[in-house]
């Protein structure tokens, strides 16, 4: 029973384990540690260590999933032509006396090569550059909202209330009117006649809104927040 281990049946006798790490990713080829090499983490020391898995006849390889670390190494191996598994923490870390990472990667080398481990589901490249997209927007909406807040709060404070006028500040009509009011124009009459006729509000309640109490801290804030970019990309994210 004690050997029953090495009773097992070779599945992928050219694979190779490789365990991530934020700083470096170390590679076992076999079971033997005088083989494990360790390489850096910048596109070239990718670049040494696929020579490397070319050099020992390596076709397919099983890497752990560790935070984002994995993401370039396993592009990079994938496009160089070799199968790449990526699997969880959960199928290689839960096996007691196993503590430092060249017994990683050489037990990761190991289940591997037995057929043992499942790699994880993986988007399409198609798909992970459209989750990129979806999730940047995502952000560029959350910061653009929480810029135009303040900007509306520096507008409130020299009681010009846009935002009892108009049902977004960040529309074409309010977009128009902070744009003059940072270009020092403050006419009341004036900055009526950029509000687009389709709003609601009459005229004359437009105009009194505009009316405010001008400060030169509070434009210079509004300025400054105007300068940050986020309100003008705030209507077009919308669309």
């Avoid at 360790?38 to 397919?60: A, K, M, S, W």
């Avoid at 589901?121 to 910061?143: A, C, G, I, K, M």
């Avoid at 609601?200 to 210079?220: M, T």
């Avoid at 300025?223 to 209507?235: M, S, W």
């Amino acid at each position: 029973m004690g050997n029953s281990q090495n009773s097992f049946r070779i599945i992928h006798p050219h694979a190779a384990g490789i365990d991530v790490g934020s700083r470096s990713h170390l590679v076992a080829i076999d079971q033997n540690k005088d083989n494990v090499r360790e390489f850096g983490v910048y596109t070239n020391d990718h670049l040494q260590l696929i020579d490397h898995l070319r050099q020992h006849g390596i076709t397919t390889i099983a890497m752990e999933s560790t935070g984002s670390y994995w993401q370039t190494l396993f592009n990079a191996l994938q496009q160089a032509g070799f199968e790449v598994l990526l699997v969880g923490g959960s199928q290689t870390k839960n096996v007691k006396g196993r503590k430092t990472d060249v017994i990683d990667c050489i037990w990761i080398q190991k289940l591997h090569s037995l057929g043992l481990l499942s790699g994880s589901l993986l988007l399409s490249d198609t798909f992970q550059q459209l989750r990129t997209y979806y999730y940047h927007r995502q952000h560029l909406v959350q910061q653009s909202a929480r810029y135009s807040n303040k900007m509306q709060k520096a507008l409130r404070l020299m009681n010009i209330r846009l935002d009892v006028v108009l049902n977004d500040i960040t529309g074409q009509s309010g977009m128009a009117v902070i744009e003059a009011i940072l270009a020092r124009q403050h006419d009341p009459e004036h900055l009526v006649s950029l509000v687009s006729v389709r709003v609601k509000k009459s005229r004359q309640e437009i105009g009194h809104a505009l009316q405010g109490w001008w400060r030169e801290d509070r434009s210079a804030e509004a300025t400054t927040l105007r300068a940050a970019g986020l309100t003008r990309f705030l209507p077009a994210l919308r669309r």
